[in-house]
């Protein structure tokens, strides 16, 4: 075994996992994703709602056991747009609603005011 010798070769061996870079390019959806995770414990209203669809699908007397799996790809190509539509807005924040509020409103009118700018205005302060 050799030993290392500077300060600097050791500051470069990682210890653990690697920190994932939170960019927008690593959270879109590859096409050639093939597995996803589900973690519904903190959405408890919504696990107990699955739970008891499965027990639903389940009490039958032939047949395989239904699971989660089966349930989405008979559910996912019954959303519509509208749908999409819901979820996105969904997924909004809400700084992000009132920036996009801002962008409607400097588009619409032509101009080019800060967020401030529009809050003073759409408030009457």
């Given at each position: 075994m050799s030993e290392v010798s500077s300060n600097e070769e050791l500051k470069n061996i990682g210890r653990g996992r690697k920190?994932?870079?939170?960019?927008?390019?690593?959270?879109?959806?590859?096409?050639h994703q093939?597995?996803?995770f589900v973690d519904l414990r903190h959405e408890k209203e919504v696990l107990e709602q699955i739970l008891k669809m499965l027990k639903e699908a389940n009490?039958?007397?032939y047949g395989k056991e239904i699971n989660?799996?089966?349930l989405a790809v008979y559910?996912?190509?019954k959303l519509t747009i509208k749908d999409i539509e819901k979820i996105q807005e969904g997924s909004l924040t809400e700084m992000e609603r009132v920036?996009?509020?801002?962008?409607?409103y400097n588009e619409k009118n032509k101009t080019s005011l800060s967020l401030g700018e529009f809050l003073v205005k759409k408030l009457n302060i």
């Open positions: 920190k994932k870079e939170n960019t927008r390019e690593e959270n879109h959806v590859e096409d093939y597995k996803f009490n039958k007397p989660f799996r089966d559910a996912v190509p920036q996009r509020l801002l962008d409607e």
